[in-house]
């Protein structure tokens, strides 16, 4: 009888998930063109609804190998959700390309998304490499932030997304998130 109910426990414990104790809600999202030429982009994809889904696609121009292309992502908060930004600590430098989406695509986009329903990308695993060409859906993709850091600045974020080729910038993305302490 012991052993049962031990069993019940830890099939309970499993199935319980830790909440975040913040909600992210998609603000806005500001595409960018490259200095000199544009491989990457942003500029269909809106938040939608009520909830601020994120819907529309992206494309990318040309496929992007690990030698060539490169990602940098720079952070900026504004607590008080005033825009007056200051820049954070956590910024990614120039990143090979796969090696970035192996390791930030992986934590914080595909856990929301579902390959075939909410978009065409493939999934990110250790064999991604090199990121394809084409046109790629989003269809009201909320973040789903359990495994995000539970440490995260409160008020605005936004983030830089740039794109590299060779050391030039081949456009982007901004992406500004309201993150907020979740209600009970």
């Known amino acids: 009888m012991k052993w049962l109910v031990i069993l019940l426990i830890l099939q309970l414990l499993q199935n319980i998930k ?3 104790s913040y909600e992210v ?5 500001d595409p960018f063109e490259g200095d000199s030429e544009t491989l990457v982009f942003f500029d269909k994809i809106k938040t939608v609804g009520r909830e601020r889904a994120l819907n ?3 494309r990318f121009a040309g496929e992007m190998n690990n030698d060539d292309f490169k990602v940098s992502v720079e952070l900026y908060s504004s607590p ?6 200051k820049r954070m600590a956590m910024d990614v430098p120039q990143t090979s390309i796969c090696e970035c989406f192996k390791k930030f695509y992986v934590q914080f986009v595909q856990p929301s998304v579902k390959t075939g329903e909410t978009t065409n990308f493939p999934v990110v695993d250790d064999d991604f490499c090199p990121i394809p060409e084409g046109e790629f859906y989003l269809k ?7 495994d995000w850091p539970s440490q995260v600045p409160r008020g ?9 080729n060779n050391d030039k910038n081949v456009g982007g993305l901004i992406v500004v998130v309201k993150i907020e302490d979740r209600q009970r």
């Open 80 to 85: 008080n959700g005033d825009g007056n930004f």
């Open 18 to 20: 830790c909440e975040q």
């Open 156 to 164: 605005i974020v936004k983030a830089i997304i740039t794109f590299f």
């Open 140 to 146: 009201n993709i909320l973040f789903n932030t359990e």
């Open 56 to 58: 529309g696609s992206f």
């Open 25 to 29: 809600t998609n603000e806005q999202l």
